[in-house]
């Protein structure tokens, strides 16, 4: 049976000319329906609107073996992996009772503390769950301390250390000999992601990074194989499901090829370990992290993820409680289980498009790690990398301002009435000013600060190797608090003319502006007369207003409405739309920077902190 037989027949060419017209149409001008219709990421990679089998771009390979494309394992599913960071044994059986298959503990005095390890794990059956370790400078001591819990019950550990550089070698060389389920070693490319790198950014550093441990390894006395097998890579997943899909698919190649230039090509299988991002969660309407997070664990499965951690969805809040946990273990069992996810192996594979991105992917990321490993590699890369890294954050920033890259419940449809979940705690908590300077403690994120989740902070502090840890939603929060703290909210007035028809749409995004600002907006209702506007402005004791109307009737009442709101007080006069006006002192429309016109109407309105 042919599913396609009762369709006609298309071709590329079709599809161009039936592009062409509709570009015609809509004003449109371009070379090509491709150069109109195709975007760019933050590494070049061009996604085009049509893809086909002319591009694909190779044989992946089988899930299992080389290049690993399709997955390290030629088996279904994941690992469901929940971090703690309190010494809380109840949550522990909790999470393991109801999905979590294994735990990634942190370790730390302002955390788990190291001789309340034993305790933490009591019940834990550790040759059944695995643990996975996140200590800082305690990683030797914790180390020690869980290899000598499973010696004292016989010996059966699997997980990872968590441990890097000298420390790593030494650490890797005994569970090579004693614990052979055991990794020794994490690669953590989230401090990259956090830092508001792109995606062949966190990629080409992940791979320098995870090369770095192999020399270190290698120099300690393993065997290239074995090094391989005490290596476990960590990524962010986004809900940006594609980019994810084709991070990890692309991870899996690139670490392939590392393997085969070291003469081992079937060791080569990268052990994966994806987390949602903290870059994307949000503290205002957290409930929109539940969708995040889904879409992001969605990913990472489909991506071919070895192990997922779903952050909390309360996570920018502080420590989660049972109802957090419990929906961050249940958005994973809901994958696995009831939609069948984790009954197929690379379901991604073979579509063009994720194929071709993958490649494309692979090949930027490339191209980059040899760049650090031109520089020295990781380490003497340093400053190399905060500098890409940091444009690469800039670019985003400037996305964010001008909601190209839209948050929701944040920077586009934000709910000003919204209760709060819980207040948040105060770690490394950021602020700004109306200047749009970002303020944030430089002494870093403690390890319990970060809590279940690495969100951790709601704003900018330092991570990871002095690269700072950024959230995108922070500078519009920043100004949501600033106008909260008031004792009455900030007003901003939307001077609509005419009638419903003509304003409702312009109104609609004005009002969807400001109050991603945190500021109220009153609405003069219809009516096209100045005098009426002024006068309902001046009721309502704003100083800021924005006209709201068709171009029509701007061309006919926008300069003398703008006039008379000027003689009733009007410091500041906006027109949502183009066009200049007698009056109007400046313009909101779709790609304005919509964080400077909410820092000018903060400063116009006299917000203070």
Not at 381 to 387: D, T
Not at 485 to 495: S, T
Request: charged residues 20%; glycine residues 10%; proline residues 5%.
């Amino acid at each position: 049976m042919e599913l396609a037989a009762r369709f006609a027949s298309t071709t590329r060419d079709g599809w161009r000319a039936l592009a062409v017209e509709v570009l015609r149409k809509s004003g449109a001008e371009a070379a090509s329906p491709e150069e109109a219709l195709s975007t760019a990421t933050y590494d070049g990679v061009t996604v085009a609107p049509l893809y086909d089998v002319d591009d694909l771009p190779g044989d992946p390979g089988l899930p299992g073996a080389p290049p690993y494309v399709r997955g390290a394992r030629a088996v279904p599913g994941w690992d469901v992996r929940q971090r703690h960071a309190v010494p809380d044994p109840d949550a522990l059986q909790a999470d393991l009772a109801n999905g979590v298959t294994s735990l990634w503990l942190v370790i730390g005095d302002d955390a788990i503390p190291v001789d309340a390890l034993a305790r933490v794990l009591d019940g834990v059956y550790l040759e059944l769950a695995p643990i996975v370790l996140e200590a800082g400078t305690r990683t030797v001591q914790a180390a020690e301390a869980l290899l000598a819990l499973a010696r004292s019950r016989g010996g059966a550990l699997s997980g990872n250390l968590g441990a890097s550089g000298p420390a790593g070698a030494e650490l890797a060389a005994r569970c090579a000999a004693e614990f052979p389920d055991v990794r020794a070693v994490t690669v953590d490319a989230t401090p990259y992601h956090d830092a508001g790198g792109s995606d062949a950014e966190e990629l080409g550093c992940s791979i320098a990074q995870g090369v770095a441990e192999l020399r270190a390894l290698t120099g300690a006395g393993l065997s290239v194989e074995q090094a391989l097998g005490q290596l476990e890579f960590r990524y962010a997943a986004t809900a940006d499901q594609f980019a994810t899909i084709a991070k990890l698919r692309a991870a899996r190649r690139l670490w392939a090829r590392v393997a085969e230039v070291c003469d081992a090509a079937g060791h080569g299988g990268q052990r994966q370990h994806a987390v949602t991002s903290s870059a994307m969660m949000t503290a205002r309407d957290p409930w929109v992290n539940m969708l995040r997070t889904t879409l992001a664990c969605f990913a990472a499965g489909v991506g071919g993820a070895d192990a997922v951690t779903v952050q909390p969805f309360d996570a920018c809040l502080g420590l989660p409680d049972d109802f957090s946990r419990r929906i961050a273990r249940n958005t994973q069992s809901l994958l696995l289980e009831e939609s069948g996810l984790g009954r197929v192996i690379d379901p991604a594979g073979g579509s063009w498009y994720v194929e071709r991105r993958t490649a494309d992917l692979t090949e930027a990321a490339w191209a980059w790690f040899q760049e650090i490993e031109g520089a020295g590699g990781i380490s003497a890369a340093a400053g190399l990398v905060s500098e890409r890294i940091a444009a690469t954050r800039t670019r985003r920033a400037g996305d964010i301002a001008r909601r190209r890259l839209p948050i929701t419940g944040v920077s586009e449809f934000p709910n000003l009435h919204e209760k709060p979940l819980r207040p948040p705690q105060p770690i490394g908590q950021a602020t700004a000013d109306v200047s749009g300077e970002p303020v944030a403690e430089e002494a870093g994120v403690p390890s319990s600060a970060r809590g279940a989740g690495l969100a951790g902070t709601a704003g900018s502090a330092r991570g990871v190797g002095g690269l700072p840890r950024v959230r995108y939603a922070a500078e519009f929060e920043a100004l949501r608090d600033l106008a909260d703290a008031q004792a009455e909210r900030p007003k901003v007035f939307l001077a609509t003319i005419g009638p419903l028809a003509a304003y409702t749409a312009r109104a609609a995004f004005a009002a969807n502006l400001f109050q991603a600002g945190g500021l109220d907006t009153e609405t003069a209702g219809p009516g096209a007369d100045p005098e009426q506007i002024a006068t309902a402005f001046a009721v309502s004791g704003g100083t800021v207003a924005c006209l709201c109307s068709s171009d029509k009737l701007y061309a006919q009442h926008a300069a003398p409405v703008a006039q008379a709101l000027r003689k009733a007080g009007a410091r500041k006069v906006w027109l949502a739309g183009r066009g200049s006006y007698e009056g109007v002192d400046a313009n909101l429309h779709a790609g304005c920077d919509v964080l400077a016109v909410l820092r000018e109407t903060f400063h116009d309105l006299e917000v203070t902190r």
